[in-house]
């Protein structure tokens, strides 16, 4: 019985299949990582920064969520954008709705120690970072199908 390496058509099908999953890999742990920077860079720079003025230490203090919620859903809509899987749409938007709902009862109820308190804002800035993974799902999706 033949294997893979005899036939180029098969070695190039896993060959993307096998590129697929590393990009997103790679994609997602990119994601992670400015997930990581930029929440690092707000709580050490920007927060105690803007500590004195009302409206940006409101903005400061919302940015964590309305990131996390903007990132972690992009980390979900990558593999649909590279996969194109059918009922795309509905993962991308589902994963948007996971997301923000995951944030939204973290505020209600603490489960990771990522929130200390409730705050109506957090919740906003989640809604918010969730709609924005939504529309740069569907700008990418556009931008592709003209």
């Known amino acids: 019985m033949p294997g893979v390496g005899q036939f180029p058509a098969l070695q190039c099908i896993q060959f993307m299949k096998t590129?697929?999953?590393?990009?997103?890999?790679?994609?997602?742990?990119?994601?992670?990582?400015?997930?990581?920077?930029?929440?690092?860079l707000n709580k050490a720079i920007f927060r105690p920064m803007f500590q004195a003025d009302?409206?940006?230490?409101?903005?400061?203090?919302?940015?964590?969520?309305f990131i996390a919620a903007l990132l972690i859903s992009l980390a979900f809509?990558?593999?649909?954008?590279?996969?194109?899987?059918?009922?795309?749409?509905?993962?991308?938007?589902?994963?948007?709705?996971?997301v923000f709902?995951?944030?939204?009862?973290?505020?209600?109820?603490?489960?990771?120690?990522a929130s200390t308190y409730f705050d109506p804002y957090d919740i906003a800035a989640s809604a918010a970072g969730s709609l924005a993974s939504v529309l740069v799902y569907e700008l990418i999706k556009t931008s592709e199908n003209p």
């Not at 194109?84 to 993962?91: A, Q, W």
């Not at 709902?101 to 120690?113: I, R």
């Open 77 to 98: 809509i990558c593999p649909v954008l590279i996969r194109r899987p059918p009922h795309g749409s509905l993962i991308a938007y589902a994963s948007a709705v996971a």
């Open 54 to 65: 009302s409206f940006p230490d409101i903005l400061t203090g919302i940015f964590p969520n």
């Open 19 to 40: 590129s697929k999953r590393s990009l997103i890999f790679l994609v997602n742990l990119m994601l992670v990582a400015l997930l990581y920077g930029l929440v690092t």
């Open 101 to 113: 709902a995951v944030l939204a009862t973290e505020e209600f109820k603490p489960m990771w120690g």
